[in-house]
């Protein structure tokens, strides 16, 4: 009982930590890039300062691989109308958000991890897809 109280006071002070705010902004800016048809802007706004940016924005041929993708995406699925936080999962200093991103046709999803090492709160892994069936399935709400 004890450990789980100490466990429970770790918890409750980390929590600060992450507000939501760092994904939710980036995810802002990103989403208003897409739907402008900005691509590159929203990529390189939304992995900047993070350590993905050296791995895809500073690398040509990756950074095009995701513009190209995005573009894909609006092609097969319709115009990106929208987006919502759907749930985030916690665990010690790192945080995943998912998003639904909605199309004209279909959703997609975006995960953000995030990573605060102690002074700084950065984007560690991003990836996007469309099995928004799978996600329904796992965690949709039962009416």
Known sequence: MKKLLIVLIILTLSAP???????D???ASFFSSLKKGQ???GIVAL???SILEEKIVNVTQNLNNWISQFTQIHNL??????????FTVKLGNMEESTYLVYCTDY???IVITEYFNGSK????NLYF???TMDTLAAFGELY
């Open 129 to 131: 897809d469309d099995s």
């Open 77 to 86: 699925y319709g115009d990106y109308l929208s987006y919502d936080k759907v």
């Open 47 to 49: 992995l900047s300062d």
């Open 121 to 124: 709160t950065q984007l560690i």
């Open 25 to 27: 902004n980036k995810m």
């Open 39 to 41: 691509y590159e802007k």
């Open 17 to 23: 930590l992450f507000s939501g705010d760092f994904s």
């Open 107 to 109: 959703p997609i999803q």
